[in-house]
């Protein structure tokens, strides 16, 4: 069965502080593995997108990397800011049949001042 | 314009009303999705049209009913909901066909804050 399962499900950091999500994923087949931010309230909004054989990508503050081997993603926020606050989702497209993303359950963060 | 809309941004329905959700994007993308999104839960798949027509149904109670009258708008009908149905509702959009990039990046609009009583 396709899954994505990230965690922590919810994390609180101060503000200027690092903090790193995990997500790990059974899908097969793997086409890509994106990482979404989500406002309360608001659709998702793609941060990075990886492929099979990118192992690290930075946008900003935010670094993803993945290893396809063990299955593992991690998304990896510098220097914490209070908008930062927001559900971080994990997304892994697979090509059966047709494009069909497989969304993780999320990590919400709260950046404290 | 690389931005999928989305309106109303608030709706509350009673259980007998008649409502209509609509989406709109000019990206020139041919399929589009319907998401439900219950409160700390990831989105739900509801229904995708490619190339204005009905691919997939996730086995969607007909009191939705999705119409795309063209590739730029998507809208979904609603009658007869009930209180669980109160959830957000996202449109995304992306390339299909001839076009489809390897990544198929979906675009999310804002969504649909949809209460029912």
């Known amino acids: 069965k396709n899954q994505v399962e990230q965690s922590p499900q919810s994390l609180i950091i101060l503000e200027g502080k690092n903090c790193t999500l995990q997500c790990n994923y059974t899908v097969s087949p793997f086409s890509n593995l994106r990482w979404y931010k989500q406002d309360t309230g608001r659709g998702p909004v793609s941060l990075t997108i990886?492929?099979?054989?990118?192992n690290t990508k930075s946008n900003g503050r935010y670094t993803a990397t993945l290893d396809a081997d063990t299955k593992q993603s991690s998304l990896h926020i510098t220097a914490s800011q209070l908008s930062d606050s927001a559900s971080y989702i994990c997304?892994?497209?697979?090509?059966?049949?047709?494009?069909?993303?497989?969304f993780g359950t999320g990590t919400r963060l709260k950046v404290l001042a | 314009d690389t931005e999928v809309t989305q309106t109303p941004k608030h709706l509350v329905m009673g259980m007998t009303n008649k409502k209509s959700l609509k989406c709109e994007q000019h990206?020139?993308?041919?399929?589009m999705y319907w998401y439900k999104q219950k409160a700390k839960k990831p989105p739900e798949l509801m229904f995708v049209?490619?190339?204005?027509?009905?691919?997939i149904n996730e086995s969607v109670p007909s009191r939705f009913s999705p119409e795309c009258p063209n590739s730029s708008l998507l809208n979904l009908h609603l009658h007869a909901l009930q209180p669980e149905d109160s959830a957000l509702y996202l449109c995304?959009?992306?390339?299909?066909?001839?076009?489809?990039?390897?990544?198929?990046?979906?675009?999310f609009g804002p969504g649909t804050r949809l209460t029912v009583l």
């Open positions: 995304a959009s992306s390339q299909e066909g001839k076009k489809r990039s390897s990544y198929n990046e979906q675009f």
């Open positions: 049209y490619s190339y204005e027509k009905l691919s």
């Open positions: 997304v892994v497209v697979t090509t059966s049949g047709t494009y069909k993303y497989i």
């Open positions: 990206m020139g993308h041919r399929a």
């Open positions: 990886m492929t099979f054989s990118e």
